[in-house]
């Protein structure tokens, strides 16, 4: 039984990653496959759906597309253009600005947001803008795991692992991985510094975007303060966060219907795509658990460093940015959680050696390619519409130092801070 699961994982996975059909049709026959074979139960695929990432991952999506709605990011991002002495600090500014915004926004979100400013400058500039939007790409991604609300393997590493809000910034006396991905992001701008600097042309005027609304400003400002609040609170319900998320998000709709009359074409283009998506993969996932499969898959990884934890550590960290630049960084990481979990138990070290390790590796390692992570998709499609071709090897010239060092510098952090 546990070939057939492994096969079917394998198979599906394939299929996902080369897009040879619809990800709904695959993901449904292969838990119908599951299920008629007696792999898994009904029982067994309800319980392996993480209900409270699915309500954070909702939430933060219905508050994410509102704080677009309001302009908000893009009056920032052109104050910003506006302040800058050259061009290329301009670009570089968006570019940190853009990983702000990734660090509470879907990172494909931010991008969307951030690029028109930036194809504006380019235009008027007569530059080339490839560089400009895969440095836009690569900052939200590497900005999404500083939070736990950032990006969706950071909802999933959380409330898989039980850590709350607070736990990303500070968690059981020790810095947590927020410490991490900002000095890898110091690093990682510095490597975009050197790429923009020779942009020395004096900063043209832009057009300023006006801020329709303040409201979901706040209404994000509060939930992240609440979240923060909740963090202290001991023996809180399970759905606690996830409660907290879709609270916000619904006061948000409904003030959004009585002001501006149009909550259904906000809740229609969000991305119910990952929604649907991530339920999926947790039942694909969780057939892996039920038949003994990530049980062999932590053994593997102890037998073969030989008990050696920061060899462990290391190949869980660059394992995960090497896959990750050519697979779907979703099911990944929901597959290697119970993995990394077991193997910080057999070694007898914290779990948030490991699972830290994992996030960074898992977030970032999309940056490398154009088809890693859904934010370089989407830049490198917005690009095409304006008639700019991205090559493979355009894409890894910026992404991959720009990959490595931001990882270099966290994995050391973390093995530093964690290893003990």
């Given at each position: 039984?546990?070939?057939?699961?492994?096969?079917?994982?394998?198979?599906?996975?394939?299929?996902?990653?080369?897009?040879?059909?619809?990800?709904?049709?695959?993901?449904?026959?292969?838990?119908?496959?599951?299920?008629?074979?007696?792999?898994?139960?009904?029982?067994?695929?309800?319980?392996?759906?993480?209900?409270?990432?699915?309500?954070?991952?909702?939430?933060?999506?219905?508050?994410?597309?509102?704080?677009?709605?309001?302009?908000?990011?893009?009056?920032?991002?052109?104050?910003?253009?506006?302040?800058?002495?050259?061009?290329?600090?301009?670009?570089?500014?968006?570019?940190?600005?853009?990983?702000?915004?990734?660090?509470?926004?879907?990172?494909?979100?931010?991008?969307?947001?951030?690029?028109?400013?930036?194809?504006?400058?380019?235009?008027?500039?007569?530059?080339?803008?490839?560089?400009?939007?895969?440095?836009?790409?690569?900052?939200?991604?590497?900005?999404?795991?500083?939070?736990?609300?950032?990006?969706?393997?950071?909802?999933?590493?959380?409330?898989?692992?039980?850590?709350?809000?607070?736990?990303?910034?500070?968690?059981?006396?020790?810095?947590?991985?927020?410490?991490?991905?900002?000095?890898?992001?110091?690093?990682?701008?510095?490597?975009?510094?050197?790429?923009?600097?020779?942009?020395?042309?004096?900063?043209?005027?832009?057009?300023?975007?006006?801020?329709?609304?303040?409201?979901?400003?706040?209404?994000?400002?509060?939930?992240?303060?609440?979240?923060?609040?909740?963090?202290?609170?001991?023996?809180?319900?399970?759905?606690?966060?996830?409660?907290?998320?879709?609270?916000?998000?619904?006061?948000?709709?409904?003030?959004?219907?009585?002001?501006h009359k149009e909550s259904l074409s906000i809740v229609k283009d969000l991305d119910w795509h990952t929604f649907f998506f991530l339920i999926g993969i947790f039942i694909l996932?969780?057939?892996?658990?039920?038949?003994?499969?990530?049980?062999?898959?932590?053994?593997?990884?102890?037998?073969?460093?030989?008990?050696?934890?920061?060899?462990?550590?290391?190949?869980?960290?660059?394992?995960?940015?090497?896959?990750?630049?050519?697979?779907?960084?979703?099911?990944?990481?929901?597959?290697?959680?119970?993995?990394?979990?077991?193997?910080?138990?057999?070694?007898?070290?914290?779990?948030?050696?490991?699972?830290?390790?994992?996030?960074?590796?898992?977030?970032?390692?999309?940056?490398?390619?154009?088809?890693?992570?859904?934010?370089?998709?989407?830049?490198?499609?917005?690009?095409?519409?304006?008639?700019?071709?991205?090559?493979?090897?355009?894409?890894?010239?910026?992404?991959?130092?720009?990959?490595?060092?931001?990882?270099?510098?966290?994995?050391?952090?973390?093995?530093?801070?964690?290893?003990?």
């Amino acid at each position: 039984m546990k070939l057939f699961v492994v096969a079917i994982f394998i198979i599906s996975y394939i299929l996902l990653v080369l897009k040879r059909g619809h990800p709904f049709l695959i993901l449904g026959a292969a838990i119908g496959a599951l299920l008629i074979s007696g792999a898994m139960n009904l029982k067994e695929a309800f319980l392996s759906i993480n209900y409270n990432v699915l309500g954070v991952f909702s939430g933060t999506m219905i508050l994410s597309g509102l704080f677009i709605f309001s302009g908000v990011p893009a009056f920032f991002a052109t104050k910003l253009v506006d302040r800058s002495k050259t061009v290329g600090m301009a670009l570089l500014s968006v570019c940190i600005l853009a990983g702000f915004i990734s660090s509470f926004v879907e990172n494909v979100a931010t991008v969307l947001i951030v690029a028109p400013i930036a194809f504006e400058v380019a235009k008027k500039l007569k530059a080339n803008p490839i560089p400009f939007l895969i440095g836009i790409a690569v900052s939200s991604n590497l900005q999404g795991c500083a939070t736990m609300i950032g990006d969706s393997p950071s909802i999933i590493l959380a409330l898989s692992s039980g850590m709350n809000f607070m736990d990303f910034f500070w968690m059981k006396g020790r810095p947590g991985i927020t410490f991490a991905v900002e000095l890898g992001a110091v690093a990682a701008f510095y490597i975009l510094y050197l790429l923009f600097k020779k942009y020395k042309e004096p900063v043209i005027q832009i057009e300023e975007v006006e801020v329709k609304t303040w409201v979901p400003t706040w209404l994000l400002a509060f939930m992240m303060l609440t979240l923060a609040l909740s963090s202290f609170i001991k023996n809180k319900p399970t759905y606690t966060i996830a409660f907290i998320c879709i609270i916000y998000s619904i006061v948000g709709l409904v003030w959004h219907e009585l002001k501006h009359k149009e909550s259904l074409s906000i809740v229609k283009d969000l991305d119910w795509h990952t929604f649907f998506f991530l339920i999926g993969i947790f039942i694909l996932v969780g057939s892996l658990t039920y038949t003994g499969v990530i049980d062999d898959m932590a053994n593997f990884i102890i037998g073969f460093t030989k008990g050696n934890k920061f060899l462990a550590y290391t190949v869980i960290v660059w394992l995960s940015v090497l896959l990750s630049a050519f697979v779907d960084n979703i099911p990944y990481i929901v597959a290697m959680i119970p993995v990394a979990k077991l193997v910080a138990v057999s070694l007898g070290v914290s779990p948030e050696l490991f699972l830290f390790g994992l996030l960074i590796g898992t977030s970032l390692g999309g940056n490398i390619t154009p088809i890693g992570a859904s934010a370089n998709v989407v830049a490198v499609g917005l690009l095409r519409k304006e008639k700019h071709l991205v090559k493979f090897g355009d894409f890894i010239k910026i992404g991959l130092p720009f990959t490595i060092a931001a990882v270099s510098v966290a994995y050391l952090f973390i093995w530093f801070v964690w290893s003990r």
